[in-house]
């Protein structure tokens, strides 16, 4: 049935759905890397698309940005219209050192400031990780595209602008590999609905040199993490 968020009708979603922040970005991603694509939802401005790709039924659905809103249209695809696996694709800041603009993240765990997870299993700080069939999948799609990716934590805040100081240095120190708003609810939602989750992120900012990817560059990169998650979603 259609849910407050979601106006598709049952069996409109495919098992696998990607999602982007940006709704915009699905509506690209159905159009060029969709066969049939057809418009499943728009409800808030949240386009969905359901389409195929080599034969085989894929969806894509922004999912907006934080992790409130992730927590939302997650819950609701896994658990009302029987979506199995969500592949994230979005974006990140950069944390290590040897790291470079365009470089795709495979994000193992997700840390996080937010309190979003804490009622779920009460007195334990729940640290949600990703699905490893899809993780694994994903790093040998990689591998066979020849394309190069790190493989390892992010780190899921509730503020974009907010000074902290300390905060991504230390971090940094611990292994983590970048930072964006959605991963750690999108892997908390998965572990509660018994379902499979997995975020593929392009750097496009580094958090300690004033770096950044143009817009046009910043398309090219995501296409690369994109590849990635249909082949995982396959998997």
Known sequence: MPTAHNSAAPGDYASAVLMPGDPRRARRIAETLFDDARLVNEVRGMEAYTGTVGGRPISVMGSGMGLPTMTIYATE????????????????GGYQ?????????????????????????PGVRFAPAASYPLLRAAADAADRAGTTVRVGPVYSSDHFYLARPGLHEGLRDHGVLGVDMETAALYAVAAAEGREALTVLTVTDHMFRD?????????????????????????
Do not use: K, Q
């Open 97 to 121: 050192d040897d790291m470079s603009l365009g470089d795709v993240i495979i994000a193992t765990a997700a840390h996080t400031d937010s309190a979003i997870n804490d009622p779920r299993i």
């Open 211 to 235: 770096e950044a990817l143009p817009p046009e560059d910043r398309e090219n990169g995501f296409a690369a993490a994109a590849a990635i998650a249909i082949e995982a979603a396959f998997s």
């Open 77 to 92: 695809l896994y658990r009302e219209y029987g979506v199995r696996r969500i592949i994230r694709v979005g974006t990140s």
